[in-house]
């Protein structure tokens, strides 16, 4: 029979929902509750026949005497460890123990706590943490978050990707408090403060897109998308934000822009310019009629020319038209280039043109070789050496310069005159479609438009110096050329 003061410890013993064991300091079990003789499959008795190290997963079967000590010294001891139940199943186990007296000897009570459900939780939150970061370490977007106390800012941290977009590392916004407004651009400093404060007044607020200086200080566009966080009540606690570099696809923006402003200046341009002749053609076709009537059938014939004229006329234009449209959509194949070969070429299909004038061309020995479509670029250099020799005036004999210089990896070649010469107003403007400076000179004013759209897609620049009327004219355009400028045998076209 029991005690019963025996009986209230067993009752004690057996209460709760951990397991409990007592074991003497070698480790041999003298006495376990219910619940750890359940959760282990042993009876009672089977583990009272075993010791503490028996029941313990072997990494940590031998640290069983070390945790002994230690009792020792704290005298409550709390640690996890690993349990094996008769089946072979591991069980994460949380244990608190210290020391008691057992029946007058000195022995270990174990309270053990099966954590696996916690353990689970704990292994998927790290996965998922690891996760957050290899994502958010992935991206060139960066996240911040900022603490809100009483309508203010607190604290804001950064995830690390905010050096690639600003070039500033999570601690310099740390040292410095402003860095987030003054690396804005000053145009856009308001917008990105009435955002925050709208933000602090908790209202909803919609994304934004601003400057701001990289630390290289480069120009750099942002968008920044923010989330807030409020209580059950609504006052806010904190917000999210995630900044993306919107750089390049502004730059498209704007590009899209320009292409359509010049698309506009065009149709308005093509209009406007194939409109003319179309009137002479209507004009003309009516006095005709009337010439008719009146048997003056030698006027007549007179104004049939003009119509004819005024139809050549807009036919140069649509030729000259298409011409230009074909460029950016047609780019041969891409091949290296002898320029000298190309010149004169050029200079032979110009000798009609040439025949007229006694223009002096002296082409430099050795022109570099370039990289380019050949029939464009032969098309850019015929077009400004025509207009060297159109435009050269009644200065007696006219002269005209074909050269080069290689700079690194660019060539710069030009055709230089003197000819009439280009009032530096106008240097842009003769790029422009249709723009002549004398209307009544011949020629459709497309030729240089079309110079410049074939060096554009080339990737290339072209322009003009002048320094003025009456003081000749150099055109120049840098295209791409090779290393030292040399032919590669084998390669070359043209
Ligand atoms: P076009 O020669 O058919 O008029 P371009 O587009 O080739 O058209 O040239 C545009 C205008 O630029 C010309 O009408 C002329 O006024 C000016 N220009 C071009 N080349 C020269 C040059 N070498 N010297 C002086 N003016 C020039």
Known sequence: MQSSGEGKYRELFELGSDGLIIHDLNGKMLDVNRIICDRLGYSREELLQMTQVEIEAPECAELV??????????????????????????IPTEVCCRLIDYDGQQAVLSAARDITERK??????????????????????????????????????????????????????????????????PEDRELVRGQVEKILAGEDILPIEHRIIHKNGELRWISDTTILFKNESGQLLAYDGVIK?????????????????????????????????????????????????????????????????????????????LNLSR???????????????????????????????????????????????????????????ENAVKYS????????????????????????????????????????????????????????ALVKRIIEVHGGRVWVESEGPGTGSKFCFILQGTDEGKLISGRQIS
């Open 245 to 321: 570099d919107i750089t390049e696809r502004k730059q498209y923006e704007h590009l899209l822009e320009d292409k359509n402003a010049e698309l506009e200046r065009f149709t308005y341009t093509v209009s406007h310019d194939l409109k003319s002749p179309l009137i002479t053609i209507q004009g003309y076709a009516s006095v005709i009629r009337s010439d008719i009537e009146k048997g003056n059938y030698l006027r007549a014939v007179e104004d049939l020319r003009r119509i004819d004229g005024a139809a050549a006329k807009m036919t140069a234009l649509l030729n000259d038209l």
């Open 120 to 185: 689970l939780i704990e292994i998927r939150l790290s996965e998922s943490e690891a996760r957050y970061r290899r994502i958010t370490e992935g991206l060139t977007d960066y996240q911040y978050t900022v603490r809100v106390e009483n309508g203010s800012a607190i604290q804001t941290t950064m995830s690390p990707a905010c050096a690639t977009v600003t070039g500033y590392m999570p601690e310099d916004f740390a040292v410095d408090p402003f860095l987030w407004i003054t690396m804005v651009v």
């Open 393 to 448: 005036g009644d200065i007696g004999t006219a002269r005209i310069e074909v050269g080069a210089r290689q700079d690194g990896k660019d060539c710069l070649f030009f055709v230089r005159d003197n000819g009439i010469g280009i009032d530096p107003r106008y240097h842009k403007s003769i790029f422009g479609l249709f723009n002549k400076l004398d209307a009544k000179s011949e020629g459709t004013g497309v030729g240089l």
């Open 327 to 385: 460029i950016g959509r047609q780019i041969n194949v891409i091949a290296l280039i002898d320029m000298n070969r190309l010149v004169n070429d050029a200079l032979m299909q110009l000798e009609g043109v040439m025949a007229h004038t006694q223009a002096e061309v002296v082409v430099q020995p050795h022109l570099p070789s370039v990289l380019g479509d050949p029939v464009r670029i032969a098309e850019v250099v015929q077009n400004l050496i």
């Open 65 to 90: 005497s070390e945790r002994i000590f230690q009792i020792f010294a704290d005298m409550l001891h709390v640690f996890e460890t690993c349990h094996v139940a008769r089946d072979g199943s591991r």
